[in-house]
Nanobody, 126 residues
Framework: QVQLVESGGGSVQAGASLRLSCVASGRTLSGVAMGWFRQAPGKEREFVAHITPTRSIQSYTDSVKGRFTISRDNAKNTVYLQMNSLKPEDTAVYYC???????????????????WGQGTQVTVAS
């Protein structure tokens, strides 16, 4: 299984930007779809973004479209989440995750992902 380590979180003011990184070890990510999820206190883990392994096709939850960008550098075995125009409602722990080779149903379903990082906290003050 791949090990994932996120970094780049922090505490910022509304309107600021952060770039999260997710470095993988244990296997190459070049053939693996990747995702970012987030979990706010008292809420369920929710889908944020997804990127396919080869053509890097991106998908986003509606609330972050136009503000967040997921990207990948397969040479560095790293996935990124660029977050611009941050809002207080973006406050959460952000998790990087690798998709299962065979997915059942929607990419937004956490059960379609197997390895998860430990998470990185993002706090946005108003």
């Amino acid at each position: 299984q791949v090990q994932l380590v996120e970094s780049g979180g922090g505490s910022v003011q509304a309107g600021a930007s952060l770039r999260l990184s997710c470095v993988a070890s244990g296997r190459t990510l070049s053939g693996v779809a990747m995702g970012w999820f987030r979990q706010a206190p008292g809420k369920e883990r929710e889908f944020v973004a997804h990127i396919t392994p080869t053509r890097s096709i991106q998908s986003y939850t509606d609330s972050v479209k136009g503000r967040f960008t997921i990207s990948r550098d397969n040479a560095k075995n790293t996935v990124y989440l660029q977050m611009n125009s941050l809002k207080p409602e973006d406050t959460a722990v952000y998790y990087c995750t690798s998709a299962k080779s065979v997915m059942t149903g929607n990419i937004r379903f956490p059960g379609n992902y197997d390895s998860w990082g430990q998470g990185t906290q993002v706090t946005v003050a108003s």
